[in-house]
């Protein structure tokens, strides 16, 4: 697809009236006011994809909760419906944008945690086979995790290295997988690159050797649509603080596909993952279904804001968010592209829309020492090494006018610095 045919009719030229035109033809545009943005300053934020805005009713949502049920409930409230909520919200991520029946999401722990109790269950289900396959370029928790799994079990760590302004292909992971790779963990979009990887035919060539498979979906929940049942998906984690605004530190995801759950030990034993856990009985009874990968006591502060955001996307379809997405990014490569590209900036991100995320890279020497400059400006990108600027564009509350306005202050520190 070329950009006029992704942009429509609105397609201009690098101006600000073709800004307006875009936001004007936007069906999502009225949602940016859903979210809650700084008094009295214009802040042109491009890190959504790292840390999602607050939307508006997550204010009322918390308030209401601490004097609500909190606050009045008290300790009642886990009966009331907490304990639940890890599964009730799972399954609503299932439905909404996972592609995946009810009973198979849990959300509690970090990613970093969650992470490790997937791939520890997953190595241990298959003793036999002894090799892990990861790609080089993929996020620093991810490779460490199982790092220090592989230590733990006397694994061997496979590496894949991909091309780093793009990722892993399809052709990559056949030629590394053997009947030796207990399992394959990759991110379904990478942090840097934006790369959006085939998830559904690397599945394929993983489960063609017999190996699992564990993807990351940090980059992608809440912009890009997944079929994780369909696709035959293994196992999955993502963060609920990215594109599902749940707020720093708000606790992960995890899919554990039905057929798994009862062969796949996890290895962090705790009250909350035992059959009838009030019973407080002696002895791990691991509970049966999703919740025997609970642990501990599950985060419900943490749980509230993200299910604003999963209630705006099931309001929009998440097939209208990754449509204003593609278009969000197609935008700011166009920009750039006129704008940035002839002063010898590089975009280390696909151009090709169906194998990009939500976010572009682009990189210039000058970017590390621009990022404070940017900042001080209110034009909040992000950085990444080595001498990357990141644009994350969340298309509930970016508009077209945003990324104008963000690629234009990059400009001139571009300009700026010769
Ligand atoms: C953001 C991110 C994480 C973060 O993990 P935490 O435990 O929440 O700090 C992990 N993996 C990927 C791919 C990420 O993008």
Redesign the pocket.
């Known amino acids: 697809m070329t950009s006029a045919q992704i942009l429509g009719d609105q397609y201009q030229e690098a101006t600000a009236a073709g800004a307006t035109a875009l936001d004007a033809a936007d069906p999502l545009a009225s949602y940016g006011d859903r979210f809650i943005t700084p008094d009295g300053e214009k802040v042109i934020y491009l890190d959504g994809n790292s840390l999602g805005r607050p939307p508006a009713a997550s204010a009322d949502r918390i308030n209401d909760f601490v004097r609500a049920q909190w606050g009045t409930r008290l300790i009642r409230g886990w009966t009331d419906g907490w304990m639940d909520l890890p599964q009730i919200i799972g399954d609503r991520l299932g439905s909404v944008m996972l592609g995946a029946a009810a009973g198979q999401v849990t959300v509690g722990d ?3 945690v969650m992470l490790y109790k997937l791939i520890r269950a997953a190595v241990d289900a298959h003793p036999e086979r002894r090799e892990i396959l990861i790609d080089t370029d993929n ?1 620093p ?2 490779r460490f995790i199982v790092e220090g799994i592989a230590a733990e079990r006397g694994l061997t760590v496979r590496w894949i290295q991909p091309d780093p302004t793009a990722g892993v292909t399809v052709d990559q992971v056949v030629e590394a997988v053997t009947g030796n790779t207990a399992l394959v963990v990759l ?1 379904h979009v990478s ?1 840097r690159s934006g790369y959006l990887a085939d998830m559904e035919a690397i599945t394929r060539a993983a489960h063609d050797v017999g190996a699992l498979i564990l993807w ?1 979906l ?2 992608s929940v809440g912009v890009i649509p997944t079929q994780l049942d369909a696709w035959g998906v293994d196992l999955a984690v993502g ?1 609920t603080y ?1 594109y599902l605004n749940g707020g720093p530190g708000s606790p ?1 995801f995890g899919y554990v596909r039905s057929e798994h759950q009862s062969r796949l030990p996890q290895p962090i034993w705790g009250w909350l993952g035992r059959e009838d856990p009030f019973e407080m009985e002696q002895g791990y009874q691991v509970a049966t279904g999703i919740r025997g990968f609970i642990s501990g006591t599950p985060s419900i502060l943490g749980m509230l804001a993200m299910q604003d955001t999963i209630d705006m996307i099931d309001e929009v379809g998440i097939t209208a968010v990754r449509a204003k997405s593609v278009q969000l990014t197609e935008y700011a490569v166009m920009l750039v592209n006129e704008w940035l590209v002839p002063r010898g900036v590089e975009i280390a991100s696909p151009l090709d829309p169906e194998r990009r995320g939500g976010h572009i890279t682009i990189n210039h020497d000058s970017y590390r020492a621009a990022l404070d400059t940017l900042w001080d400006r209110n034009v909040i990108p992000d950085f990444r090494t080595p001498n990357g600027l990141r644009l994350g564009l969340s298309p509930l509350s970016t508009s077209f006018a945003d990324v104008y306005a963000g690629v234009d202050a990059i400009h001139e520190v571009t300009r700026a610095a010769g």
């Open positions: 970090s990613t970093t996020f928790t991810d991110s942090y990351d940090c980059h963060c990215k992960a």
